[in-house]
């Protein structure tokens, strides 16, 4: 994979650089709602970038056969499809965990980001490079769904994947969890606070003003 | 002359112009027909484990709850005669079911004679249709019955919400609550789940002395000894709780054998 630097720029720029959530604000919709723990947030990050690299691969192969007019139907399709296994695989292996997550994992084949990527990059590009668009991807939304869903989970709960890092009142410690990080505002706001972070940190993914406020000059006596 | 070589005639399908209609249908054809086959397959495949670890899970929530309810775990160890036992009841008369078993309780379902269809005034749990046999367990000590574990379910704000809910001996106090299934929105509806709200429901009369329904998730904190606190945020699914408590302990539902066990039936 080294060996071609197309790939590993594929792979690396949706870490941080392009990321589908703070650049493009895809996909937030599940962001959001899954974040509450920390292992909630994996298992949905995991599903998700499964079945966009398995859709990816899928739309890429079978690319020059896809007839232009139906081409939003045949991808959705194959996500659906893909969603439904992974849905039904989480079930019966990981039970406890597809609970907590009820819908959401179904909600994927509606997620903005896959789409976009099936749409915009694996339809026009060979599945190599489809797969590591989408790998990248997958694991730039998998970043910022673990960093809300740590902070959400260490400072909601005092705990992080169920293990108690700070002793809470309840328990005789000194901790007192805010719950607003378990209500979905914290989400927005942690969310928020991120891509306001990023921008800080690279000025080029700051949009240009859509207007200019008039300059006006005071007037004088 | 026709050419029915298959490789030949897959051969001329793929070389067709994408826009051509023959290839628009043939490959919406293909596409459908492989997705179906792979979600069939992982359906039916994984079925038997899903349904293993949805008993496994009915069966730990029903411990859960046994041990849960105050001196429940006591009253298991002291009282040598204390059994629990499982009984298909028929729901229109109270009584326990005559032919029909544990065993073949999945089969008779499956036939919608055995089901009841409910008018808009009586589906207080908004599910339509009503079984009319179903899987109850009874706590027994001496002839009597001290716990009565039902089975509820009904339509939340997300979907459907499956419950056990426990009655006391006196058949006018809840002794416990704690939901086996559901997708309420997580954090908010989701917080169903949570021991410390189930705990809430222990000791919580449904009827008053005239024996009318009086049982309510209250909007925000309770203020008397028929309601249990509400969920912030989840209006929604309070409220289907409140409904589907209602329905379930009401005439429509397990009124006829609450009325049954009062007399002793059991």
């Known amino acids: ?221 | 002359m026709a050419d029915l070589n298959p490789i030949s005639a897959w051969r001329r399908l793929l070389v067709l112009p994408n826009e051509s209609r023959t290839k628009t249908l043939f490959v919406a054809f293909l596409t459908a027909v492989v997705c179906a086959v792979v979600v069939s397959a992982a359906t039916v495949i994984l079925r038997p484990i899903q349904a293993a670890n949805r008993a496994a899970e009915v069966q730990v929530r029903l411990e859960a709850l046994l041990t849960a309810i105050p001196g429940m775990a006591d009253l298991l160890d002291e009282a040598e005669d204390a059994t629990l036992v499982s009984v298909v009841v028929n729901l229109d008369t109270g009584h326990a079911a005559k032919d029909v078993t544990p065993e073949t309780l999945e089969t008779a379902l499956l036939d919608t004679a055995n089901w009841t269809a409910l008018t808009p005034e009586q589906d207080l749990a908004d599910i339509g249709n009503r079984p009319d046999f179903v899987r109850v367990y009874m706590l027994r000590e001496a002839d009597e019955v001290e716990l009565l574990v039902l089975p509820i379910f009904g339509a939340g704000y997300n979907g459907r919400i499956e419950a056990l809910i426990a009655l006391r001996g006196d058949m006018e106090t809840i002794a416990g609550m704690t939901v086996t299934d559901q997708s309420e929105t997580p954090g908010l509806g989701a917080r169903i789940e949570e021991p410390a709200w189930q705990a809430e429901f222990a000791g919580t009369r449904y009827v008053d002395d005239s024996g009318e329904m009086r049982f309510a998730v209250a909007h925000g904190p309770s203020t008397s000894d028929y309601e249990v606190d509400g969920i912030t945020g989840a209006t929604r699914t309070s409220n289907a709780m409140t409904r589907i408590v209602r329905f379930w302990l009401g005439p429509t539902g397990y009124g006829p054998l609450i009325e049954s066990v009062r007399d002793g039936e059991f």
Request: charged share 15%.
């Open chain 1, 1 to 221: 994979m080294a060996a071609d630097p197309r790939l590993r720029s594929a792979l690396i720029a949706p870490l941080v650089a392009k990321n589908p959530i703070t650049l493009q604000i895809l996909g937030i919709c599940s962001a959001l709602a899954v974040t509450t723990s920390l292992d909630t947030a994996l298992t949905m990050a995991v599903s998700l970038t499964v079945v966009l690299v398995l859709s990816s691969l899928i739309v890429s192969t079978i690319r020059r056969h896809i007839p232009g007019t139906i081409r939003l139907i045949v991808q959705i399709v194959i996500v659906a499809s893909l969603v439904i296994v992974i849905d039904q695989f989480l079930q019966a292996y990981f039970f406890d965990i597809s609970q907590r997550l009820s819908v959401f994992v179904a909600l994927i084949t509606t997620n903005c980001l896959v789409l976009g990527r099936t749409e915009s990059f694996a339809r026009s590009n060979p599945p190599l490079a489809s797969m590591a668009d989408a790998l990248g991807n997958g694991l730039g939304y998998s970043l910022v769904l673990v960093t809300i869903g740590a902070i959400r989970e260490l400072f909601g709960t005092g705990t992080l994947l169920g293990l108690q890092v700070f002793e809470t009142v309840d328990q005789g410690g000194w901790f007192t969890p805010l719950s607003l990080m378990l209500l979905a505002p914290s989400a927005f706001f942690l969310l928020g606070g991120l891509v306001w972070a990023v921008r800080s940190l690279l000025p080029e993914q700051a949009e240009a003003r859509e207007t200019t406020p008039p300059e006006v000059e005071e007037a004088r006596p």
